[in-house]
C-alpha cells in the first residue's frame, strides 16, 4: 500500500473511531433528557433525578437564575403536578452538541390547582418551551428555560386574551 493511501486510509478510521465514540455520549445524554422528562415530570418520580442532575443545578428562566437543590427542583415538579393533574412534557426534539443539548419540549395539563395566583379554570393548558441542559459527569448542571409565557398566562387568565 502506498504511503499516501495508508495515511488516508488510517485518517479515516480515525475520524471513523471519534465519531462511534461521540454516538454513547449522545445516546446518553438524551437518555438522561427523557428519563428526567419521562420520569420526574411526567410521572412524578423525582428519584429519578438522584441519576440526572447535580446535587445543586443552575436554573435559568428568562433573566432570573438560581441554583436549586434535587429536593428544591423535586418540590417545583411535585407544585406543577399538584396544579396540572395529568401534566405532561413531550420531548419533541433533542439536539446534542458535548456536554450541551436543547431540548423542543410542548407542555400539556389541566389546570386544577392554584397557580402563580390563578385559581383553576379546569381547562386544558397546551404550550412551548425550549431547555438548554449542561452536563458534566454525565448530570444535568445547569438548565436555561425560555418558555411562551404570554401564551401560558393568557390561558390561565392572568392577562387577556389579545384577539
Do not use: Y
Not at 454513547?24 to 419521562?38: G, Q
Not at 399538584?82 to 420531548?91: D, K, N, S
Not at 392554584?114 to 452536563?135: C, N, S
Request: with cysteine; net charge negative.
Amino acid at each position: 500500500m502506498r504511503p499516501s493511501m495508508f495515511l488516508a486510509l488510517s485518517c479515516l478510521l480515525m475520524l471513523g473511531a471519534c465519531e462511534a465514540e461521540k454516538k454513547p455520549v449522545e445516546s446518553e445524554l438524551e437518555d438522561i433528557i427523557v428519563a428526567w422528562f419521562d420520569e420526574g415530570w411526567n410521572q412524578g418520580n423525582t428519584d429519578v433525578f438522584e441519576d440526572t442532575i447535580a446535587e445543586n443545578v443552575v436554573f435559568t428562566h428568562g433573566t432570573d437564575s438560581d441554583t436549586l437543590s434535587r429536593e428544591q427542583m423535586s418540590d417545583i415538579v411535585l407544585q406543577w403536578r399538584e396544579a396540572f393533574p395529568g401534566l405532561h412534557m413531550a420531548v419533541e426534539d433533542i439536539l446534542v452538541d458535548g456536554d450541551r443539548a436543547a431540548v423542543r419540549i410542548t407542555f400539556t395539563g389541566t389546570h386544577e390547582g392554584e397557580w402563580a395566583g390563578a385559581e383553576p379554570l379546569g381547562q386544558d393548558i397546551h404550550t412551548a418551551l425550549m431547555v438548554i441542559f449542561r452536563f458534566e459527569e454525565g448530570r444535568m448542571v445547569e438548565l436555561w428555560e425560555i418558555s411562551d409565557q404570554l401564551n401560558f398566562q393568557r390561558q390561565l387568565g392572568l392577562l387577556p386574551d389579545g384577539d
